[in-house]
């Protein structure tokens, strides 16, 4: 799925939960809402009438006068004809009976319930015990669209309970304000839903489009186009990645430069080179005078040290133009990669009298055959040019650690930080200094194993850790 996709739909998700869970709240409320503030209404309705009704009380009791029977009858037939926010209201629908102080209905303006025991009512019972009474009463037990509030009021004479005025109020009269609301709650939800998701939907378009101009801007780099980087208004995190991927070709170009005009002078130089050191070796044969012998010797020492300097800037440009690994892992047995790398160091070792041992219960890493065998050559190197005379260099295989120690000058503690760095060398007792490419190439080594390199002073010595991953 395409990442604009992917968003409308994120968002289109989330816009939908929302929204239903909004409207589900104010749908589940708009019914109680418009109930409560009928339920307001006749409340000061009930105590209204309950006060005209106490004016004919007499002798502490609810008088029922012919003019008073008539007025609620024709309260209860009047036709007010009013529109109340553009809906019709051609009736009266609130039903009232009074009841006297032992719950006996004495006036029922619909002339039903007259005579009848409404003391267990709960608007009547509430009211005779001093509280608040109403009820909800369906007049079908099985239709509850048949339902009647009641809210009832206290009739009082000189501060006595003399009896109850009760009001109902059908809930089919405030259903249609309730249908109503629900209507404009849908239609202006569903509008309000809509116009997120058209706005949704441009802002999605706006993105994936926007994305997509770096995605082929990023393709044509990857495709070793000169293309223009994209010129985006604004400065959000898109503008950001587009700078970013700029910054990051130009780096990359100018480091592929670099890699490509090291090599290319690496091997140009190899050849003539082995002339000169060929030359020398020739001269070294025919010229037996001492200043001239020593001039030749330096020659071929020289272009020696120029061609192993060659080599390393080789390798390390190989190293860097990897990726990953080139090859599986295996186990790896260090000591014949010790005895081998002897055989090459033999003469060396000798003339400064240095033994190797190789230490550890297991003596196998496993690990990448060439990067590893370059990463352990470069470590013993460094250690033979740095190790005292008459001394022993240890090879210690932890897995999957592997450790080279040698015992002679400690490392400054300037210097600790900055061996591993390219071209970056210390000088070495009775030796010349180094090119500064052996710990940088171990370093490198280690990166693509996914390991470390550790550099640290013994006391005695320094040791030089590479640690591979489990």
């Keep these: 799925m395409k990442l604009g996709q992917s968003l409308l739909l994120f968002y289109f998700l989330i816009l939908g939960l929302l929204g239903w869970f909004v409207l589900d709240m104010v749908f589940s409320q708009a019914k109680p809402l418009v109930r409560q503030s009928a339920e307001e209404t006749l409340v000061d309705a009930a105590n209204l009438l309950a006060e005209m009704v106490a004016v004919d009380a007499h002798n502490g009791q609810v008088v029922i006068t012919p003019q008073l029977r008539e007025a609620l009858q024709r309260y209860a037939a009047r036709t007010p004809d009013a529109e109340i926010w553009g809906m019709k209201k051609g009736g009266i629908h609130t039903h009232v009976y009074i009841t006297g102080p032992d719950g006996v209905v004495l006036f029922d303006s619909q002339g039903r319930d007259e005579g009848e025991d409404f003391s267990r009512w709960n608007d009547v019972y509430l009211t005779l015990q001093g509280g608040y009474g109403a009820r909800t009463t369906r007049n079908d037990p099985a239709d509850p669209s048949t339902s009647v509030m009641y809210v009832a009021a206290p009739i009082r004479d000189d501060g006595s309970l003399i009896g109850v005025i009760s009001l109902g109020k059908p809930g089919r009269s405030i259903e249609p304000f309730v249908q109503r609301a629900e209507r404009h709650l849908m239609l202006y939800g569903g509008g309000v839903l809509l116009f997120c998701l058209v706005l949704g939907g441009l802002l999605a378009w706006w993105l994936s489009r926007r994305v ?68 020398g070796e020739i001269l070294a044969e025919e010229i037996h005078e001492p200043a001239l012998q020593r001039f030749t010797d330096n020659v071929v020492h020289e272009s020696v040290r120029l061609s ?47 033994r190797v041992e190789v230490s550890g219960e297991d003596e196998t890493l496993l690990a990448e055959p060439e990067t590893l065998k370059l990463a352990l050559f470069n470590l ?3 250690a033979l040019r740095f190790a005292a005379r008459e001394t022993v260099l240890t090879v210690a295989v932890t897995p999957p650690s ?43 080594i280690a990166s693509l194993h996914g390991g470390t390199l550790q550099v640290e002073n013994t006391g005695d010595g320094v040791a030089v850790t590479l640690n591979l991953p489990a």
């Excluded at 300097?309 to 190293?319: H, P, T, Y």
Aim: charged residues 30%; glycine residues 4%; contains cysteine.
């Design 212 to 279: 997509n101009r770096l995605r082929r801007y990023a393709e044509a780099v990857a495709s070793g186009e000169r293309a223009a980087p994209p010129n985006f208004h604004g400065r959000d995190e898109i503008r950001a990645l587009a700078d970013a991927v700029t910054a990051m070709r130009r780096r990359l170009e100018d480091r592929a430069r670099l890699e490509d005009n090291v090599t290319l002078l690496t091997h140009e130089m190899k050849s003539p080179l082995a002339a000169i050191r060929g030359a």
């Design 308 to 354: 192993e300097l060659l080599d390393r800037l080789l390798a390390m440009a190989r190293l860097e133009k990897l990726e990953s690994l080139p090859a599986q892992k295996m186990p790896l047995e260090m000591a014949a990669m010790v005895s081998e790398w002897q055989a090459s160091r033999y003469s060396l070792l000798q003339e400064k009298s240095l």
């Design 380 to 382: 013993l190197d460094n």
């Design 402 to 444: 592997l450790c080279v120690i040698n015992t002679g000058p400690l490392i400054p503690d300037y210097a600790l930080p900055r061996v591993t760095e390219r071209f970056y060398s210390l000088a070495a007792p009775e030796a010349e200094k180094s090119s500064g490419l052996g710990l940088a190439m171990v370093e490198e």
